[in-house]
């Protein structure tokens, strides 16, 4: 089996955050280890890349929001209100 590797830059657009959120990120345990290639260069396994973006969409569908913790989020208040007004409907249907 061959291992596709590839750099931070690549992740960080996979995934949406900065280079430095992911080092963060892996630092604390959240996020993939990379590998070292040669002196000064690191990549991660595109793979083990794919299967935590995965995680993620997993972890997302296991867990509902109800109301209050949308109403938590910073955005969440205003969409709790909308789905109220619609009767949980949303603008388009």
Request: hydrophobic share 35%.
């Amino acid at each position: 089996m061959s291992v596709k590797i590839i750099c931070i830059a690549i992740v960080a657009q996979r995934i949406g955050v900065s280079k430095s959120t992911i080092l963060r990120m892996e630092r604390a345990g959240k996020f993939v280890p990379r590998a070292k290639i040669s002196p000064g260069r690191f990549g991660y396994s595109e793979q083990d890349v794919e299967r935590w973006i995965q995680s993620k969409f997993v972890e997302t569908e296991s867990r509902s929001l109800t109301e209050s913790d949308m109403a938590s989020l910073p955005y969440g208040r205003d969409v709790a209100q909308r789905n109220n007004r619609s009767g949980g409907r949303n603008a388009n249907g």
